[in-house]
């Protein structure tokens, strides 16, 4: 196979035999369109919807701009984790994804454009950010689809976009880099199913090579505001009870609650550090808790922010602690507030861990494992 053979193989459809419609779970499904390729590009790959239920997401999303050869199931799953996240933010935001993990969100702050937003998700990891599918839950503007030109990003998905937004967008003479951008209107996603009280509307399905299939509820979240949040204890039957010295700021808990909303869809062992509403790195898949907590504080102290200290972030740990070594590398490198399920046994020496760095930590009550 020649160099150009191997360039041109991202770029072509893998053609595959699909029947338009399926049946699945008592459901019928329709095709909508045959995708460039699956996970990789020797993998062919189609798109099905449910007929006759309102979309709310990705099932009736509009191409607006289709690049050179569409949508792959990459980009399609990238956009689906993204709008996971979207769906539980209140205020303008963005998620940068990557191989399926957000590399970089953002939520806005006060006085902040949409374009600053999705800068601060974008140069949360900016090297990561290369060719990634962008995500946002309300209107892209002219602005900010100037600022997403500046880089190669595969795709952006918003429930709207403005008219320049799509002029800037197809200026190919001007963004010539980037001229294969695939841009994706969704339906409004605010009405899926995020809280335990809501009613599914699907199930998450894991088909094994043998055929054999797990069903499962998809993730729903006990967190409704930042009120919701738990203040660390923990009864220790030797030791007595221990509760978490130092409450939260108002600024704390806000992040706290942004960040743990990002890691749920983050892949396990994921620690979400963020500041300020936004991240300043995602620990992602590591085998051991305190393995994702480094990874983070490796990615945000010397990847991406040189020398920067983390004074003042908090992180969200998508498991608990089950030794305080994971409390004292994230309060070392300068962490104030975390969040984590709770029900450790060892909750105590991790709540004594904070106090000992005045550091707070409140209880989830829920775990947001990811194994996507």
């Known amino acids: 196979m020649s160099e150009k053979d191997l360039k041109a193989m991202y770029r072509t459809r893998t053609e595959g035999q699909f029947p338009e419609t399926i049946e699945l779970l008592g459901r019928t499904l329709e095709k909508v369109e045959n995708l460039r390729y699956g996970t990789n590009p020797h993998q062919p790959a189609a798109f099905y919807k449910p007929t006759g239920a309102a979309q709310l997401a990705l099932g009736a999303y509009v191409m607006l701009k289709t690049g050179k050869s569409g949508l792959s199931q990459t980009n399609l799953e990238d956009m689906h984790h993204a709008l996971g996240i979207l769906k539980y933010m209140e205020r303008p935001a ?24 999705y800068q601060r998700a974008r140069d949360a990891d900016a090297q990561a950010a290369f060719g990634s599918v962008v995500a946002f839950n309300v209107e892209v503007d002219a602005d900010t689809a100037t600022e997403i ?13 403005s008219e320049t937004a799509l002029a800037i967008f197809n200026d190919h003479a001007r963004f010539k880099r980037n001229k294969d951008i695939r841009i994706v209107k969704t339906p409004a996603f605010s009405g899926l199913p995020k809280y335990t009280d809501d009613t599914p509307n699907a199930w998450e399905i894991k088909v094994f090579d043998d055929g054999s299939v797990v069903l499962a509820q998809p993730y729903l979240s006990r967190l409704k505001s930042a009120n919701d949040f738990v203040p660390a204890y923990n009864d220790h039957p030797k030791k007595g009870r221990i509760d978490i010295a130092r409450q939260p ?5 806000d992040d706290l609650l942004f960040a743990w909303r990002v890691n749920l869809h983050v892949r396990s062992n994921g620690v979400v550090i963020a500041r300020n509403g936004q991240t300043l790195a ?35 740990s998508d498991g608990f602690f089950p030794f305080r070594d994971a409390v004292d590398a994230a309060t070392a490198a300068g962490v104030t507030a975390l969040a984590q399920p709770g029900g450790s046994v060892n ?10 760095k005045g550091a707070t930590m409140v209880f989830t009550l829920e775990r947001c494992f990811s194994h996507h």
Request: proline residues 2%; hydrophobic residues 40%; aromatic residues 4%.
């Open 149 to 161: 030109m500046q880089t190669i990003v595969e795709g952006v998905a918003a429930p709207a976009f």
């Open 249 to 253: 700021t108002n600024q704390e808990l």
């Open 347 to 356: 909750d105590y020496d991790a709540i004594a861990a904070c106090n000992e």
């Open 282 to 316: 995602v620990g992602t898949g590591e085998q051991d808790r305190v393995g994702a907590v480094q990874q983070a504080i490796h990615k945000a102290q010397m990847k991406y922010k040189g020398s920067e200290s983390l004074d003042g972030a908090v992180m969200a």
């Open 94 to 117: 963005c998620t940068v994804m990557k191989h399926c993990n957000p590399s970089g969100a953002a939520i806005q702050q006060e006085g902040m454009t949409l374009a600053e937003v």
